[in-house]
C-alpha cells in the first residue's frame, strides 16, 4: 500500500523536527530520530523531505508565517495606529526573545538558515517596511500622523529598532529590553504626530 503524503503528516513531522533539533541541534539530530520521533519508517520520511536541511527551510517557513499571521492581525485591527505600531514592534520583540531564549540551538539553527537561504534577513526587512509604511499610510489618512515621506520613515523606524530584532546567532547578551523598545516607539509616535 502506497503511502499518502497529506499536510497533516508534514506539518507532525516538522513538529517533532523542530523540537528535536531545537533541543539536540542540527548536527546531531540525523533522520532516523526524526522519524522515529514521529513513529513512521525513515522511508516515509524521505518521501517528505529529502534533508534536513529541507526540514530546517520548512521550519522556518512556518515560523516566517505565524509572525507574517500575528502581523496582519495587528494590521487588520480597530486599533488607533499608534497602538498598532507598538503591539507590531513588541510582538516581534517576543517572537524573537522566545525563539530564541526558549530554544537551546536556535543560534545554531538561525546561523544554518541564513547559509540556506542568505536573501532571508533582506525578504524579513522589506516585509516589516512594509507594515510600517501600511501603519503610517494608516495614520496619514486618519490625520494622525503628519509624514511626508512613509516608505523612508518606515526604513528608518526598522533600522533604528534593529538592535531589538538581531539575527539570533548575533544576538548581543545586553540586548534593549522590551522598556527601551516602548521608549523608541513613543519617540517616533511623537515625531509622526509632531505638526497634526
Known amino acids: 500500500m502506497a503511502t499518502q503524503i497529506t499536510s497533516e503528516k508534514q506539518d507532525e513531522i516538522l513538529a517533532c523536527a523542530r523540537k528535536r533539533m531545537l533541543h539536540y541541534g542540527i548536527q546531531k539530530t540525523?533522520?532516523?530520530e526524526i522519524a522515529r520521533d514521529c513513529g513512521i519508517a525513515v522511508g516515509t520520511l524521505y518521501l517528505y523531505f529529502r534533508n534536513k536541511e529541507e526540514i530546517v527551510l520548512a521550519i522556518a517557513r512556518q515560523y516566517q508565517e505565524q509572525h507574517a499571521g500575528a502581523?496582519?492581525?495587528?494590521?487588520?485591527?480597530n486599533l488607533p495606529v499608534e497602538e498598532k505600531?507598538?503591539?507590531f514592534l513588541l510582538e516581534k520583540f517576543h517572537f524573537i526573545a522566545d525563539f530564541t531564549e526558549s530554544n537551546a540551538h536556535s543560534k545554531e539553527f538561525s546561523a544554518l538558515l541564513l547559509e540556506l537561504e542568505p536573501e532571508c534577513t533582506r525578504q524579513w526587512h522589506d516585509r516589516n517596511v512594509a507594515c510600517i509604511?501600511?501603519?503610517l499610510n494608516d495614520g496619514i489618512k486618519q490625520k494622525v500622523f503628519n509624514v511626508?515621506?512613509?516608505?523612508r520613515e518606515a526604513k528608518a523606524a526598522i533600522y533604528a529598532f534593529k538592535c531589538f530584532f538581531p539575527c539570533p546567532h548575533l544576538t548581543p547578551p545586553d540586548r534593549p529590553g522590551p522598556e527601551a523598545l516602548n521608549f523608541m516607539v513613543d519617540w517616533f509616535i511623537e515625531r509622526w504626530t509632531s505638526g497634526v
Open 30 to 32: 540525523t533522520m532516523q
Open 148 to 151: 511626508t515621506d512613509p516608505d
Open 85 to 87: 505600531f507598538r503591539r
Open 133 to 135: 509604511t501600511r501603519i
Open 71 to 77: 502581523a496582519e492581525g495587528i494590521l487588520a485591527s
